[in-house]
């Protein structure tokens, strides 16, 4: 598509931000206003817009998307969104180890145990850890505590979560980005522990690699998200 604007402008509008180009704002993908909570995360929208060259790159909206899906996908209907979300803390990654007698365990429990430590201090839970790949569901009062937790969120935060849970497969690591002290890299590093292992021992692909990278890539951009936003919730 080419780029069918000049001007590029962040206005304050019911209560929140927009960003209008030429003087015309924005919807979502399902035609809503796109009317976020907080200046900072509009102006960053807004700089999505403003860098686009003669032809408008899709994949370069990746704030944009996810302050669409906080509108039309989790504010209509936030039971189902926490839901989607939850499930990556039933089935977490970091904690499915391998047996305690393999070296691969433990560097597992190097990497992983201080952050499934830390949010059970955090949320008071407890996570049980589970040798293999079998699914074992986690304590109901855990469970149900992560459910609180999520829906103290903000619908911007959430969707920011969702994405991260969903890359790194890990509610653990999710919620440990929006700690304030958080190294999304280091965090973003641990999710993928299992799949550097295999590739310290069998080498590495190139093709695996760019996948990763671009993963890697929109894992850092959600955890921006959440930051522009303010990580605000009510805990």
């Given at each position: 598509?080419?780029?069918?604007?000049?001007?590029?402008?962040?206005?304050?509008?019911?209560?929140?931000?927009?960003?209008?180009?030429?003087?015309?704002?924005?919807?979502?993908?399902?035609?809503?206003?796109?009317?976020?909570?907080?200046?900072?995360?509009?102006?960053?929208?807004?700089?999505?817009?403003?860098?686009?060259?003669?032809?408008?790159?899709?994949?370069?909206?990746?704030?944009?998307?996810?302050?669409?899906?906080?509108?039309?996908?989790?504010?209509?209907?936030?039971?189902?969104?926490?839901?989607?979300?939850?499930?990556?803390?039933?089935?977490?990654?970091?904690?499915?180890?391998?047996?305690?007698?393999?070296?691969?365990?433990?560097?597992?429990?190097?990497?992983?145990?201080?952050?499934?430590?830390?949010?059970?201090?955090?949320?008071?839970?407890?996570?049980?850890?589970?040798?293999?790949?079998?699914?074992?569901?986690?304590?109901?009062?855990?469970?149900?505590?992560?459910?609180?937790?999520?829906?103290?969120?903000?619908?911007?935060?959430?969707?920011?979560?969702?994405?991260?849970?969903?890359?790194?497969?890990?509610?653990?690591?999710?919620?440990?980005?929006?700690?304030?002290?958080?190294?999304?890299?280091?965090?973003?590093?641990?999710?993928?522990?299992?799949?550097?292992?295999?590739?310290?021992?069998?080498?590495?692909?190139?093709?695996?690699?760019?996948?990763r990278d671009q993963r890697r890539a929109r894992f850092l951009t959600a955890?921006?998200?959440?930051?522009?936003?303010?990580?605000?919730?009510?805990?």
């Amino acid at each position: 598509m080419k780029r069918f604007y000049r001007e590029v402008s962040v206005e304050p509008h019911a209560g929140g931000w927009r960003v209008a180009l030429d003087g015309r704002a924005i919807k979502t993908a399902l035609g809503a206003p796109q009317i976020v909570p907080i200046q900072a995360l509009a102006d960053a929208l807004a700089a999505e817009w403003e860098r686009q060259g003669e032809t408008i790159d899709p994949a370069d909206f990746v704030l944009r998307d996810l302050a669409d899906y906080a509108i039309d996908v989790i504010a209509p209907d936030r039971a189902a969104a926490i839901a989607g979300i939850l499930a990556f803390g039933e089935t977490d990654t970091l904690c499915y180890r391998a047996d305690p007698d393999e070296p691969l365990y433990r560097r597992q429990h190097e990497v992983w145990e201080p952050l499934v430590t830390a949010l059970e201090a955090r949320e008071g839970v407890r996570l049980d850890r589970i040798s293999g790949v079998i699914h074992r569901a986690q304590p109901p009062a855990t469970l149900a505590a992560l459910r609180a937790r999520l829906e103290r969120t903000d619908d911007f935060t959430l969707a920011g979560v969702q994405a991260m849970a969903s890359l790194a497969a890990s509610l653990c690591i999710a919620l440990a980005a929006l700690q304030d002290d958080a190294d999304a890299g280091a965090l973003w590093n641990a999710a993928n522990l299992e799949e550097d292992w295999q590739a310290e021992l069998w080498g590495h692909d190139e093709e695996a690699a760019t996948r990763r990278d671009q993963r890697r890539a929109r894992f850092l951009t959600a955890s921006t998200f959440t930051t522009l936003v303010g990580r605000s919730d009510v805990s």
